[in-house]
């Protein structure tokens, strides 16, 4: 009677495209993936237009805003109104920048990218970074396997 099902559980994996790497904060652990399947949603030249300090296009508020990485619009993060968040579903725009931290946040996926191995992310992080710290992101080595780097990283929009 007490026969087993025969189910076999698998560890549920992690999304097989796009490498992940894994980053350690104070918070614990969270993955910065170095590709999404809607990185053809960002536009090029948003590194004319970024501004780290720009008000949330709905509300006005001006603290830490995201940058919408497809129509450059500026709104503000889940803690505020949420208004990046409304837009990502509203537009279908997925991938936005923290000026805080200048984290990478796809909604659609929901998982942080890494800005500085993506060179779709790159140009807009470089920009964001000048402005913010007045000088350019260092540039970072691929890591070595085993070693682990350690990034800042944000509450999502
Ligand atoms: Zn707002
Ligand atoms: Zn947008
Ligand atoms: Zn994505």
């Known amino acids: 009677m007490a026969a087993s099902s025969g189910e076999h559980h698998q560890p549920v994996k992690e999304q097989e495209e796009g490498g992940v790497q894994e980053h350690e904060d ?58 990046m968040l409304a837009h990502s579903a509203e537009a279908d725009h997925p991938l936005a920048i923290g000026f805080r931290d200048l984290s990478v946040w796809c909604f659609a996926c929901e998982h942080y990218l890494d800005a500085q191995v993506i060179p779709q992310l790159r140009p807009v992080f470089d920009a964001l970074h000048l402005m913010k710290f007045g000088v350019p992101a260092p540039p970072r080595a691929e890591p070595k396997s085993g070693e682990r780097q350690v990034i800042v990283v944000q509450t999502p929009a």
């Open 26 to 83: 104070e918070a614990g652990w969270v993955k910065a993936h170095t590709d999404c399947a809607h990185l053809n949603k960002v536009t090029s030249g948003l590194e004319n237009l970024a501004r780290f300090d720009a008000p949330c296009s709905k509300c006005e508020d001006p603290k830490e805003n995201w940058l919408c990485l497809t129509c450059h619009e500026v709104d503000c993060g889940r803690f505020v109104n949420g208004h």
